[in-house]
């Protein structure tokens, strides 16, 4: 059975600009969430998306944002970038039931350096 | 709130055995779970804790206490490869109805030869 797939590893971009992060998750895991990873905060919850549609919500501006599609692949995006969101973006997809413990199959994630 | 806390970081010898402890404040808590990094790398799923005691796993062995909202995760027979982050996260029920997870900062373990 295929991982989490992310892409891509890498991007560097410039204040101001908008990014688009892609995550495919594991053949059957229907709830996918976003983390973002930076040295001093540790894996900070953005948001989690089951069957389409967005379950849960983490304390992050408006500017983060995500969809998830019928095959369960999500993509998570950015607008008006800021030097601040420079860090890495984990995705973890799960079986997604809800009540009993399900654990969290992380992708290796995207390295965004803002400019 | 919620609040995770773990010690930042750690240094161990090889062929020893290390705790790295955990303690947690949530409202909801449905699971305690802890994650291995390395760096560069995803983390990956070490063990989880439901109810209270000991739950061992080969050399990785992790205790949970409810009451006291305490864990730990002890690692036997440290080994080079052991070098890398642990991660504490709570499986937390939200005044949604949902469950998110909540990671500490996690604690750089390094494994001395």
């Known amino acids: 059975k295929a991982g989490v797939t992310q892409t891509p590893r890498y991007l560097i971009k410039t204040r101001g600009q908008q990014v688009t992060l892609s995550c495919s998750p594991i053949?059957?895991?229907?709830?996918v969430s976003w983390y973002q990873q930076t040295p001093g905060q540790g894996l900070q919850f953005l948001f989690e998306?089951?069957?389409?549609?967005?379950?849960n919500k983490g304390n992050f501006p408006g500017r983060f944002s995500g969809r998830q599609f019928s095959n369960s692949r999500s993509e998570m995006n950015v607008s008006t970038l800021e030097l601040g969101d420079s860090a890495l973006y984990l995705c973890a997809s799960s079986v997604g039931g809800g009540t009993g413990i399900e654990k969290l199959f992380f992708g290796s994630g995207t390295q965004l350096s803002v400019l | 709130g919620q609040n995770i806390d773990q010690p930042t970081e750690m240094t161990a010898t090889e062929g020893a055995i290390v705790q790295i402890n955990c303690t947690y404040q949530?409202?909801?808590?449905?699971?305690l779970f802890w994650y291995q990094q390395h760096a560069g790398e995803a983390p990956t799923f070490l063990s989880y804790n439901v109810l209270d005691g000991l739950e061992e796993k080969g050399r990785f062995s992790s205790f949970l206490s409810r009451s006291k909202g305490y864990s730990y995760l002890l690692l036997k027979e440290l080994q080079m490869k052991d070098s890398a982050s642990y991660l504490c996260?709570?499986?937390?029920?939200?005044?949604?109805?949902?469950?998110?997870?909540?990671f500490g900062t996690g604690t750089r373990l390094k494994v001395l030869a």
């Open positions: 998306y089951f069957s389409e549609t967005q379950r």
């Open positions: 996260a709570v499986r937390d029920l939200g005044a949604s109805g949902t469950y998110k997870y909540i």
């Open positions: 053949s059957g895991h229907r709830s």
């Open positions: 949530t409202s909801g808590f449905n699971g």
